[in-house]
């Protein structure tokens, strides 16, 4: 009695203190760490980690240390850049019919003043300039003013200029640029910047430059500008029009590419799967031939056990380019998809062509500071969450683009395939069934007391 006493006490003991073990997970691998003195350490998950974890949010992902402990850890997207550019038309004033050369008494041994007059907005202005133009250039200046109701988020980062050259089809020049608030002020942005068209009739070979890029770093927001075209010869092309570009750049979730194998095909139909299901956020078909135009429909299973093909939608494949094949966007949302079906709509398969999922990419950031070497498992059906959030695990000061990259090294052998399917333990039986169990313990352990207490009590009649 006092054994199966002591043996369900334990069994409560352990409910209750019931953690993970790296033999509940079926696959491993050694982390490598680039930096030890970090307090966090970064890890880019592989395709292995996508395709064998149960958990389609990787909730079977853990981190372990040395003594087989779970270290804190945070599953976070993967970032990447790209460059949305906004273009703004600005107003051109060309100055030139309204030049006056002169040179101030206490500024002899300084450049000529260029003193223009131009009406903006219904005041008249006066812009001075220095004149820097040698005897043998030709050259011609405009203003540029953007407009006012343009509220800009990013500074410029190019102009484009739209030339006329209905008159002169060769020519080559210098573009100076210069910027400022408040018309009076005037700072220089770039200089000596080649322009050209020049056109090559019998070899028919053209090649036009009109384009300005500026410099990095400085923060372009300036309302109103000043071009100065400049060359040797008379051919100063007149300006049609100017455009600003502002760039920004703006952070996506980077995707990561997994191939669906092909398990079947014929002339009307392919069929393909994935390891495990997948939230698929985007979908590559690439056709073998070249010359194919392929109009199809798009089927998907959500899992082995989904007996319905779900239609997607129905497209015209084409051969782009030979490294990617045409892109299919999941709008709004990722899509859980297991097994893909193309079915060829008035024409035949002649090649199955080639499926790429890609789902969002995923970085495990861990507390890396104590109780190294470390190891990533992943594969376990009975795996609950325990991901931290990004913000719980970092502080505000730190950024996942900043954490030290670390690698995934040799596989290690950890728990058997057993793990991969579900079971009913005691860790994962209902409150319910536990809280039931607890109390048919203390039952027993009130009736053994009082069992001891009887027993006790005849063993002092008898000594009376």
């Known amino acids: 009695m006092k054994k199966i006493l002591f043996s369900s006490l334990l069994l409560i003991s352990g409910l209750c203190q019931a953690t993970d073990q790296t033999n509940q997970y079926a696959y491993g691998a050694i982390i490598e760490i680039s930096d030890n003195t970090s307090m966090y350490n970064r890890i880019d998950l592989t395709s292995e980690v996508y395709t064998q974890t149960l958990s389609n949010t990787l909730d079977d992902v853990r981190v372990f240390n040395h003594k087989g402990q779970l270290v804190p850890f945070a599953l976070v997207n993967v970032y990447q850049q790209y460059d949305e550019n906004d273009t703004f038309p600005v107003t051109v004033y060309s100055l030139d ?121 400085i923060n372009f927001k300036s309302n109103y500008w000043i071009l100065r075209l400049k ?140 109780n190294g070497p470390f190891i990533l498992a992943w594969g376990s059906a009975n795996a609950q969450p325990a991901s931290l959030s990004e913000k719980a695990l970092l502080n505000d000061s730190i950024s996942p683009q900043n954490v030290p990259e670390a690698y995934l090294g040799d596989n290690v052998k950890l728990g058997n395939k057993k793990v991969l399917s579900k079971t009913e333990n005691v860790s994962t039986k209902s409150p319910i069934l536990l809280k039931l169990l607890i109390w048919g313990v203390l039952i027993a352990g009130s009736i053994f007391l009082m069992f001891l207490a009887l027993k006790l009590l005849k063993e002092m009649k008898k000594v009376e």
């Open 97 to 217: 019919n309204t030049q006056q050369s002169y040179k101030k008494e206490e500024q002899q041994n300084k450049p000529p003043i260029d003193q223009y007059s131009i009406n903006i907005n219904n005041k008249n202005v006066q812009i001075y300039l220095d004149n820097t133009s040698k005897q043998e250039e030709y050259s011609a200046t405009y203003l540029l003013q953007i407009p006012n109701e343009i509220k800009l988020e990013q500074p410029f980062s190019r102009l484009s200029i739209d030339f006329d050259t209905s008159k002169n089809l060769n020519w080559q020049a210098t573009a100076n640029l210069l910027y400022s608030n408040d018309l009076k002020k005037w700072q220089t942005a770039i200089n000596d910047i080649p322009i050209m068209s020049l056109t090559d009739n019998n070899n028919n070979q053209s090649l036009k430059v009109n384009t300005i890029d500026l410099p990095s770093g």
């Open 231 to 370: 060359s040797d010869k008379k051919i100063v092309p007149s300006i049609k029009g100017v455009e600003f570009t502002s760039r920004k750049q703006m952070p996506i979730k980077a995707l990561y590419p997994i191939n669906f194998d092909l398990i079947s095909a014929n002339e009307q139909e392919a069929i393909y799967q994935l390891p495990t299901s997948l939230p698929i956020k985007e979908l590559s078909i690439k056709l073998k031939n070249e010359r194919t135009v392929l109009p199809a429909s798009i089927y998907y299973k959500i899992s082995d056990s989904d007996k319905t093909w779900h239609k997607l939608d129905d497209f015209i494949f084409r051969r782009i380019n030979d490294d990617k094949g045409q892109s299919i966007k999941i709008n709004n949302s990722v899509l859980n998809i297991k097994q893909l079906k193309i079915k060829a709509i008035n024409a035949s398969l002649n090649d199955a062509p080639l499926v790429t999922a890609y789902r969002y990419r995923m970085s495990v950031i861990f507390n890396s500071a104590n």
